[in-house]
């Protein structure tokens, strides 16, 4: 952690710094379950014990497993909005902020597929769970390097896509005119769909699909 943000951290009250540290245990623990299982193997049981948590306290964290999902996408959508706030400040493209976000979540997510595997599964069945409300010292905790990161929220591919390509069509990187929601969906389309083909094969290459499947789309947008 950050010095700037231990200082944060520490300086919270003790009450909410337990609270942090129990809600982050609890998603590492299901982040280490899915290494060799699917969810619907993994046991809230085994994440208690792992957390060193009952399983009663379980549930003042999470209606669910798949509520733990959700804190997933948030905290994925707060770690690459503070990405693209900072391909932004160093004058990087838009188009290539987008690239930058794809080929970073691939990178980590082809070392652990099956998370992806869960999260796709999961909105391919449209369930509706409300979203967590993420402290000061979850966001600490999760990205102690990322300056600000208090300041930052988000919600999947919705929160993150749509205001970069509003600006890449403003700054001339997109031809107009140019239907943005359409290209919204170009984008989560593969996105998704490319995750959930090349994860079933290797998922090594995921990286490398989806910079050449953008730098495609790009050309010709």
Request: include cysteine.
């Amino acid at each position: 952690m950050s010095n700037t943000n231990k200082q944060k951290f520490d300086a919270l009250p003790q009450r909410q710094k337990k609270y942090a540290k129990t809600k982050t245990a609890l998603l590492n623990a299901l982040l280490e379950e899915l290494s060799s299982k699917p969810l619907t193997d993994v046991a809230i049981k085994a994440l208690c014990k792992t957390a060193e948590v009952s399983e009663p306290t379980f549930f003042n964290y999470f209606d669910s497993k798949q509520h733990m999902l959700v804190y997933f996408i948030q905290l994925w959508s707060v770690e690459m909005n503070a990405l693209a706030k900072t391909c932004e400040a160093t004058n990087t493209s838009y188009t290539e902020t987008i690239k930058h976000i794809f080929v970073k979540t691939a990178q980590q997510i082809s070392a652990h597929p099956r998370i992806m595997q869960e999260v796709l599964a999961f909105q391919a069945l449209n369930t509706q769970l409300h979203p967590h409300n993420i402290s000061d010292g979850e966001k600490w905790i999760f990205f102690s390097n990322i300056t600000d990161v208090e300041n930052l929220e988000g919600m999947g591919l919705d929160s993150i896509l749509p205001p970069l390509i509003s600006k890449a069509v403003s700054a001339g990187e997109l031809d107009q005119p140019i239907d943005q929601e359409l290209f919204f969906l170009t984008l989560s389309s593969l996105f998704m769909g490319t995750s959930l083909l090349v994860l079933q094969r290797d998922p090594q290459f995921l990286p490398d699909a989806f910079a050449a499947q953008l730098d495609y789309i790009f050309s010709r947008s």
